[in-house]
């Protein structure tokens, strides 16, 4: 849970932050950049939960770099009046996976990952 909190809150300053930064990725309303990033927060949770676990750090970080550039790549497109370039979903995709990877160590560091099963 305490992913999810972090998550909802990173991840849609990420990416408005790289629409105001990069000339590649553009969104017409303010709202857009905060559908993707909550996309990309609900989705990384559920990734953390499935494949994070001790020993699958740098699989995970790059799991996350690849789901995140398809997601804001791919729902981006969804939306009116957005354009957002392959290359610019890839950069906003290596800006939230350095922020995963520190997410990720945090997570392991602190015993978070372990699953319970009960």
Request: proline content about 3%.
């Amino acid at each position: 849970m305490t992913s999810l909190f972090m998550k909802i809150i990173i991840c849609p300053l990420v990416v408005a932050l790289s629409a105001y930064i990069l000339p590649n990725v553009n969104y017409t309303a303010w709202i857009q950049p905060i559908i993707i990033g909550l996309s990309l927060a609900v989705v990384g949770t559920l990734m953390e939960y499935i494949f994070l676990k001790r020993g699958t750090l740098w699989t995970s970080t790059f799991l996350d770099f690849i789901a995140a550039t398809l997601i804001v790549y791919g729902v981006s497109y969804m939306m009116e009046g957005t354009a957002v370039t392959f290359f610019g979903a890839l950069i906003v995709a290596v800006f939230l996976a350095v922020i995963e990877h520190f997410t990720h160590l945090y997570l392991i560091r602190t015993n978070k990952t372990v699953k319970s099963h009960a």
